[in-house]
């Protein structure tokens, strides 16, 4: 089948953020603009002739004209073989456990997480390489600085594939296999986890939980493993069918956007554990009836607790979290006496640590948790895990957290989010505040003290490549900590994420509410940065 050669011209605006390429779909649909970028990948790799792809999207609207067009670019450029999610769908933890299983050259996810979908919403696109995790920043620069330059890419006519059905077809010399999108992923997970003792949980008539998968792209993953291979009754899953449009909310599993199942665990008679994912399956929240988990907790419990997993019985070899994320794993490596590193923020730096085997557990603040089974965060893992710990602890999620603090103490954590700020705004307010960092140590705010501030630059241990501004840090004496940094995954204007913490030893402390916890120091983010005066904000959008 003859290559056709596109002539083209080079957009300006394709450089990806902290997870890929992400803009309104409108940007996507323009002629040439997925083309460009796609080739743009391509021609920033080498050694791929031949070799297989894994190709998948989480389901939002253009998920299957953007797959189709990029089977005719990966033909025309050479590649021997694809293997995509029927439908077209495939979460982002499975094209990293697909990637693996099959020892792909690579694999690309078709999504935009959980920014919201449909005609006006966004879209985006990434590349994976072949540990299966996001490309490294060397690779995503050179794929920005080749989309700058671009001037052709290449594709053949060819008529779309069906994806409707598995099976194999051709596109010229290119393979193209159509595989159940959940079969791989559930397999591995069972490998991981005493399916029989959750079985035994769900059997036994006491416990019960809902899912909620956001009528994202978790929901045929959860149906699978929670209804069928675990049993837990039909409707354990809510919302589990994808939507092009996510049914027209934000699949962003939080206490703001996974709201009717906060009020089902706040209400009268809620299951004994919930959870929810996001857009394409890589995050998670989980809550307790009345009792919500922050993520850095999640972290903290799951390693302290591995040893009761099959999957990580013989131990951990270290941890890592992001900068931002709380520093409640840092205690328990610190009591296993294992190493714990920090990231800036964005999973593909967990990937050098996880696969030069520094690592076997790690997370971030935004709901993100994972493992060395796979190169991105899982949210149905991480879900998975909590139910193999309710099975093997026989106690409620509550239970768990609240003896957790008492053996290590509680980190109060919180980010909020101001978002849609003018962006020139936004950065001329980090940039003011980053020109004032020298002068903060010593300088008293109340009762606080502030004792070290710099941006985050981050060495890699394993190839020690540097990432530099990853963030603005205000360390106090009394320990507490406020970081500013501005997002990297939004498409409209700028979000600034303040993220506060506080350590609080004293069991008889750790009752009370995030926000009453860290009042004073939520002031002081707000005083130093001048976050109302600069955006006219007087209260963030978003709290987690
Ligand atoms: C956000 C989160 C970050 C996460 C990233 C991708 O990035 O803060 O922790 O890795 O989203 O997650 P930012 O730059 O907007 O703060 V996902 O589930 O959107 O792929
Ligand atoms: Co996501």
């Known amino acids: 089948m003859p290559v056709r050669i596109v002539e083209t011209s080079p957009f300006s605006d394709q450089r990806p953020g902290t997870s890929g390429l992400r803009k309104k779909v409108k940007v996507f649909q323009a002629p040439h603009y997925l083309e460009n970028f796609v080739q743009s990948i391509f021609d920033s790799l080498e050694g791929f002739a031949g070799q297989t792809l ?14 189709q067009i990029i089977l005719r670019i990966a033909a025309a450029n050479g590649f021997g073989r694809i293997i995509t999610g029927r439908d077209g769908l495939l979460s982002t933890p499975a094209v990293s456990c697909l990637i693996r299983k099959h020892r792909a050259f690579g694999g690309i996810v078709l999504s935009a997480s959980h920014n919201a979908a449909g005609p006006e919403e966004d879209f985006g696109i990434k590349y994976n390489i072949d540990n299966g995790g996001p490309a490294p920043e060397k690779l995503t620069n050179a794929i920005y600085q080749r989309s700058t330059q671009i001037d052709r890419y290449l594709t053949i ?16 010399n290119l393979e193209i296999e159509i595989v159940d999108p959940v079969a791989d992923y559930a397999d591995l997970m069972e490998t991981l986890f005493d399916f029989d003792r959750i079985k035994d949980l769900f059997a036994d008539g006491q416990f019960s939980m809902c899912f909620d998968a956001m009528s994202a792209v978790t929901g045929p993953y959860a149906r699978e493993i929670l209804e069928q291979r675990l049993g837990a009754p039909a409707g354990t899953v809510i919302r589990g069918e994808p939507l092009p449009d996510f049914g027209g909310g934000h ?23 919930a959870a929810a994912s996001d857009g394409d399956g890589d995050r998670n929240m989980v809550l307790g009836p009345n009792f919500y988990i922050n993520p850095g907790d999640s972290l903290a419990v799951l390693a302290a607790n591995a040893h009761l ?24 490596a610190d009591h296993l006496a294992i190493p714990c590193y920090e990231t800036p923020t964005g999973w593909k730096f967990f990937g ?30 991480a879900v998975l895990f909590w139910l193999n710990l309710l099975a093997a602890r026989m106690q409620s999620a509550e239970e768990i957290v609240r003896q957790h603090w008492g053996k290590f103490g509680r980190n109060f954590f919180t980010r909020h989010d101001y978002e849609g700020l003018d962006a020139a705004n936004a950065e001329a307010m980090l940039s003011r505040l980053r020109n004032e960092l020298a002068a903060l140590p010593g300088q008293r705010m109340g009762s606080e003290t502030v004792k070290t501030a ?5 060495t890699d241990p394993v190839e020690g490549s540097i990432s530099t501004n990853q963030g603005i840090r205000i360390g106090f004496e009394s320990g507490d ?38 009042a004073k120091l939520i002031a002081n983010a707000n005083e130093i940065a001048g976050i109302s005066a600069h955006t006219g ?5 978003v709290i987690t």
Not at 355 to 366: K, N, P
Not at 537 to 541: F, K, T
Request: net charge negative; hydrophobic share 30%; with cysteine.
């Open 454 to 458: 710099d941006d985050f630059s981050y």
């Open 352 to 381: 050098n640590l996880l696969d030069a085997g520094r690592i076997t557990l790690c997370g971030e603040e935004s709901f993100g948790t994972g493992s060395n089974h796979a190169r991105e965060k899982d949210g149905l893992w």
């Open 54 to 67: 894994i190709l998948g999207g989480d389901g939002r609207y253009h998920n299957r004209e953007a797959l």
């Open 157 to 172: 006519d060819h008529a779309d594939v069906d994806l409707d059905h598995t099976g194999i077809c051709r596109v010229g």
């Open 537 to 541: 904000r007087s209260r963030p959008d």
């Open 481 to 518: 900590r406020i970081v500013y940094r501005l997002s990297g995954t939004g498409t409209e204007g700028a979000t600034l994420r303040v993220y506060m913490e506080r350590y609080e030893p004293h069991a008889g402390a750790h009752d009370q509410s995030s926000q009453t916890a860290l």
């Open 309 to 332: 997993v099959p999957g990580y019985a013989t131990g951990l070899s270290g941890v890592a979290r992001s900068m931002p994320t709380s520093a409640a794993v840092d205690r328990v």
């Open 251 to 273: 699949p962003d599993p939080n206490l703001i956007h996974a709201r009717e199942l906060v009020a089902m665990m706040n209400g009268t008679a809620p299951p004994k554990f």
